[in-house]
């Protein structure tokens, strides 16, 4: 168990439609990053935040947006989704200062599945 | 487009046996870190190694670092059957705040 968690486990929805994965850190760690990992992309960046700011953006969507809460727990918003969003994503954090680029912990993903 | 990539794609062995994975990547990086994923589950950090190291022991696991071939070796001794999984290494590039990760390798262990 990496302390991290996420929910929900599983989530189905349609197109068009928008949803809200959550994460809560592990205890301490003020570093949040979201990964989306697909049959076809794999295992890709999307965002990250510290301490309630963005600090780095990967390959995120218009239609996604996330934020980082006081308490530290993050949500990514997916928009106006569509087929090809279906995917494991994946929430990790970590408790250094972003550029020592340390260990990530990840948390267990939240499955979407877009019909 | 990935950063890493891991050769072989996939890999099949008996137990007992060792297995190695290469992974090489394209920038000058801060570390280079290897996860392994179990089937549809979140991803575990196995080791990091910094850009100044060569080699690394964790248990049963052994990375090495060669910055000058901008490439990684991890090998897994005397396998078990629980070592089944996919393995991905993740590169820190030098003044990016994320994790660039490879296609991962997929490790079967035959009993």
């Known amino acids: 168990d990496s302390g991290v968690t996420q929910t929900p486990k599983h989530l189905i929805t349609a197109t068009g439609q928008r949803v809200t994965l959550r994460c809560s850190p592990r205890?301490?760690?003020?570093?949040v990053y979201w990964y989306q990992q697909s049959l076809d992309q794999g295992l890709q960046f999307l965002i990250q935040?510290?301490?309630?700011?963005?600090?780095a953006k990967g390959n995120i969507l218009e239609r996604f947006s996330a934020q980082q809460f006081p308490d530290l727990h993050s949500e990514l918003n997916l928009s106006s989704l569509e087929l090809g969003d279906s995917a494991l994503y994946f929430c990790?954090?970590?408790?250094?200062?972003?550029?020592?680029?340390?260990?990530?912990?990840f948390g267990p993903g939240t499955r979407l599945l877009v019909l | 487009s990935q950063q890493g990539e891991e050769d072989p794609q996939a890999l099949s062995i008996q137990e007992g046996e060792n297995a190695t994975m290469n992974c090489s990547y394209k920038?000058?990086?801060?570390?280079l870190q290897w996860y392994r994923q179990n089937s549809g589950r979140g991803l575990v950090h196995l080791i990091l190694?910094?850009?100044?190291?060569r080699e690394k022991h964790s248990g049963r696991l052994r990375v090495t670092l060669d910055t000058s071939k901008k490439s990684s070796s991890l090998l897994i001794t005397a396998s078990r059957a629980a070592d089944t999984a996919s393995y991905f290494c993740?590169?820190?590039?030098?003044?990016?705040?994320?994790?660039?990760f490879g296609q991962g390798t997929r490790l079967t262990i035959n009993p």
């Open positions: 935040y510290y301490n309630g700011e963005e600090r």
């Open positions: 190694i910094r850009s100044n190291e």
């Open positions: 920038t000058s990086i801060n570390n």
């Open positions: 990790a954090s970590s408790s250094r200062e972003p550029l020592n680029q340390e260990t990530q912990y």
């Open positions: 993740a590169t820190a590039p030098w003044g990016a705040q994320k994790l660039v």
């Open positions: 205890s301490g760690d003020l570093s």
